[in-house]
């Protein structure tokens, strides 16, 4: 069976941004939030093994409390984990154990970039996921991707054993030169190779606009929520057969589950809607930060740059520093350690997705909150 007749109703559940209470994920919420994504037929669930608590909360919510013929699941590999100690083996199995499974239905080599390419080359790790499908670990094998439309070109001619790529696009990254996410897509269908969107709604960013974007969507009144608007945008996209959505929330879940039972190709004043919100997102100073979370992890200072990133966008937005100071100090009594904690290891900015200047993101943070 190909990928796309094992996932027939587009909307996939992501688990990479789920709900916590007291800094801790709320099993009891996202019970009520997968029950009611498999209640109305959804089947795809996508976690990986550097989201953190997200395969015991897959282990938890899903594998535990649902039978395994009513869900699909796909998994990651991350090949920056490897080394003479830690195997493609160790890491598949890690993740089995913590999913509470014996196989899964997608495996992908996780975020493959330019930077990733000696590390998945030095451990052959094209050649374990064929070994790994062959052996019944894994059904399909594919690779999310975050680098340059050459590399993705490269990769999809070398192999073609690849079933599918994970690619981010959304209306905002579609003609961003450092993403190229209509690039990408466009090698992708050219290689006839299904798609799995990520990022639909940029972690957030497209679904949470500025007072002047909100203004000129309310101006478009058919367009829904802003969210909804980012996700049929993707979901139209011929040879897409899973659109990832992050969600956090039981509405969330409710709003998407609206948008995809009856996925509605955009309106011609829709696309002009579209033109003038990236007109308006080009024109706003950011930092474009998903919330992936990959680059906390490592961080020897325990720096929480995502939080502090999105505190620092929204005093970008509304330009109230006190508040922005006030949200700041909070994070710090929570346990992050300070952006001029920074020691330039540059540990985040080899694993970001983004390819964000972290370091020098952290720097201007400093200077400017903390000063």
């Known amino acids: 069976m190909g990928v796309e007749q094992e996932n027939r109703k587009k909307l996939g559940f992501g688990l990479m941004r789920l709900p916590k209470r007291d800094g801790v994920i709320d099993y009891e919420q996202v019970n009520a939030m997968v029950d009611a994504f498999l209640a109305d037929g959804y089947t795809y669930f996508d976690t990986a093994y550097v989201y953190e608590g997200s395969e015991e909360a897959f282990r938890r919510c899903i594998a535990t409390r649902h039978p395994r013929d009513s869900y699909t699941v796909a998994n990651k590999l991350p090949e920056w984990k490897l080394s003479e100690t830690v195997s493609c083996d160790d890491l598949l199995n890690e993740s089995l154990r913590r999913c509470g499974l014996d196989y899964f239905d997608f495996y992908l080599i996780h975020s493959l970039e330019e930077d990733h390419m000696e590390m998945c080359d030095r451990w052959d790790c094209f050649s374990f996921m064929k070994r790994a499908k062959a052996d019944g670990r894994v059904r399909h094998i594919g690779f999310s991707f975050h680098g340059t439309p050459a590399l993705l070109e490269k990769l999809l001619s070398e192999h073609p054993e690849v079933e599918f790529v994970q690619l981010q696009i959304n209306y905002l ?74 969600m956090s929330n039981l509405e969330q879940v409710q709003d998407n589950l609206k948008t995809y039972d009856d996925l509605k190709p955009l309106t011609a004043r829709e696309s002009v809607l579209l033109g003038r919100l990236v007109s308006l997102f080009r024109g706003t100073r950011s930092i474009g930060c998903t919330a992936c979370r990959y680059c906390t992890e490592g961080c020897p200072m325990g720096i929480r740059i995502p939080d502090i990133f ?39 900015e080899g694993v970001c997705p983004q390819h964000l200047p972290i370091i020098e993101l952290l720097r201007e943070v400093a200077e400017k909150i903390e000063s």
């Open 310 to 348: 999105a505190i620092y966008n929204r005093y970008l937005y509304d330009g109230d520093l006190a508040a922005a100071r006030q949200r700041y100090e909070a994070l710090i009594d929570e346990g992050s350690s300070r952006a001029s904690d920074c020691i330039a290891c540059g540990q985040c």
């Open 173 to 246: 990254d579609w003609d961003d030169p450092k993403i190229a996410a209509g690039e990408c897509y466009r090698i992708a269908r050219a290689h006839n190779v299904p798609i799995v969107v990520m990022e639909p709604v940029k972690g957030g960013t497209l679904a949470n606009l500025t007072p002047e974007q909100k203004q000129v969507f309310d101006s478009f009144e058919e367009a829904g929520s802003p969210a909804s608007l980012a996700v049929r945008y993707a979901g139209n996209l011929p040879g897409v057969f899973t659109v990832l959505s992050g």
